[in-house]
């Protein structure tokens, strides 16, 4: 419809926006805006405390702390880490859909109670390709079976200790063990480890009643659970982990492949999770797949949480630009101080039972007791973990400082590596001028072991809650008293007035 200008005038007149008072303007908070004020407090030592809190709706974690989904923050070493710590770590998407499955199975063998499908060896294998197997696996023991899976023998690395190269050629018959102790599969843990302990072995095979390989109990997983009674779990005795799909292209596919290798949470992560065609993925995903468990964001308020539990999701992810990569309040102008994000989007835990988390800018263990006490039952983090030896980011020396790779998944790089990874090797400049970043990339300072991260983390937490008089994250949600405070409460905060 042609229109003059009279008429142009009129259709601006009415579409144009109703006015907006400034003083109706809520006011928002983030971390460094308040404190928690100390309650009388019925705990006696920090290690009564217990932080246990909830990913999604199934996924219960000792540590309520879970590794971004970021590439140089979680693939497998991280992953397996933050499980045994009794956390989580959710391997990221950018990756093809092989190579992020390999991750997930990586973590899933890490550590098992029954490994259901072990390496084995045919027995015209030689000693040779055991040797070179049991390197690359990072195993050292395997078994021998025949082509009806029938258990013939094991080759450790006890018998290939003292052959000489020239027995490299010979078939692993010529030096397996044949004379092997093994018990039915569904032993009972404490019966295996007797059998281990008595026989002194540390390989327990799981053979069926006419003689076929079910599986494998190892001394050193067993040992392992017995370390680590607060590590995340699942029912066989295998770390927990997460994968994370986005919302296009081969998402259904690469679900599908994520579940059959076994992640035990899937994270649906974008950006905007408050989207039409966010709310559709979570939707099919969970129709096609009703028992997985689904973790979908990111949001910032109410309804958006309210609409992600809504459409199936099982745990939301809250944040929208609170990251320590972030530039998305800059470059878009939206966002909310992630404190009030996730105050705002508690409510849903409450109606519905649908636990959230909050996602992004932890930069102290304090942030964690301030995020959980106000009312998420978990944290996402990325920076803090970014300079860890197990983190995928390279390491960097500058001027004799050892530092690791981090970078924002919506940063220039991160957008440039992920296209060259999906064939577009040569960008023109015109498709190069169309990426409108919304992220950073940084050097974050090397800070050593996971578990020495960690450890800080978890023990400034327990304090936190001890402070509150909270044992626990429910008395931690009830008993929370949080109080606005000053620039300059804040700059009296932080160590100051020394050199
Ligand atoms: P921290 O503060 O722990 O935050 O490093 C990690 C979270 O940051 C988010 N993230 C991004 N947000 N642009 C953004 O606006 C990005 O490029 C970006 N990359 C990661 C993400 O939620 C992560 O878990």
Same mark, same amino acid.
């Given at each position: 419809m042609r229109t003059n200008g009279r008429n142009a005038k009129k259709l601006l007149a009415r579409t144009a926006p109703p006015p907006k008072s400034p003083e109706a303007l809520r006011q928002t908070f983030t971390f460094g805006d308040v404190l928690l004020v100390p309650k009388r407090s019925p705990i006696t030592s920090r290690r009564r405390v217990d932080t246990t809190g909830r990913f999604s709706r199934r996924i219960t974690l000792k540590l309520p702390i879970v590794s971004a989904n970021m590439d140089t923050v979680t693939e497998a070493q991280m992953a397996i880490a933050l499980a045994r710590d009794g956390g989580l770590g959710v391997i990221h998407r950018f990756l093809t859909i092989e190579e992020e499955c390999a991750e997930v199975a990586q973590v899933k063998r890490a550590e098992s109670i029954v490994i259901e499908r072990p390496y084995t060896l045919s027995p015209s294998d030689t000693v040779g390709e055991a040797r070179a197997l049991m390197r690359r696996r990072e195993v050292g023991g395997l078994l021998v079976v025949d082509k009806a899976s029938k258990l013939l023998g094991i080759v450790t690395t006890r018998d290939l200790k003292? +052959? $000489?190269?020239?027995?490299?050629? +010979? $078939?692993v018959t010529a030096v397996m063990t044949r004379k092997l102790v093994t018990a039915r599969p569904g032993v009972s843990l404490e019966e295996a480890e007797r059998l281990l302990g008595s026989a002194k072995v540390e390989k327990l095979p799981l053979v069926s009643a006419s003689g076929e390989l079910k599986g494998l109990i190892t001394a050193k997983d067993l040992t392992k659970r017995r370390l680590a009674p607060d590590a995340s779990h699942d029912a066989k005795g295998r770390l927990l982990v997460g994968a994370a799909v986005g919302v296009i292209g081969d998402y259904l596919e690469r679900t599908a492949a994520l579940l059959e290798a076994g992640a035990d949470v899937l994270v649906l992560d974008v950006a905007h999770g408050h989207a039409d065609h966010v709310l559709r993925a979570v939707e099919k995903i969970k129709a096609r797949w009703p028992s997985a468990e689904l973790v979908a964001g990111n949001v910032a308020t109410y309804e958006g949480a309210r609409d992600l539990a809504a459409a199936g999701a099982d745990g939301i992810k809250v944040g929208v630009g609170p990251g320590a990569t972030c530039s998305t309040r800059i470059v878009t102008g939206a966002g909310v101080p992630q404190l009030s994000a996730v105050m705002d989007c508690a409510r849903i835990t409450r109606e519905l039972d649908v636990p959230i988390t909050a996602d992004g800018g932890i930069r102290d263990s304090g942030d964690i007791t301030k995020a959980l006490a106000g009312g998420a039952s978990c944290v996402m983090i990325g920076s803090l973990l970014a300079g860890t030896d197990e983190s995928p980011g390279w390491t960097v020396v500058r001027k004799g400082m050892k530092y690791k790779a981090y970078r924002g998944m919506a940063s220039l790089a991160a957008t440039l590596s992920r296209k060259h990874k999906a064939g577009e090797a040569e960008l023109e400049a015109e498709q190069l001028a169309e990426v409108v970043p919304e992220g950073v990339e940084a050097l974050v300072p090397y800070r050593g072991r996971v578990a020495e991260v960690l450890a800080q983390l978890e023990g400034g937490l327990r304090s936190g809650m001890s402070y509150c008089g909270a044992p626990d994250l429910a008395t931690l949600w009830s008993n929370a008293e949080f109080i606005r405070i000053t620039p300059a409460g804040w700059s009296e905060s932080k160590p100051h007035a020394i050199e």
């Open positions: 003292f +052959k $000489p190269a020239k027995d490299d050629a +010979k $078939p």
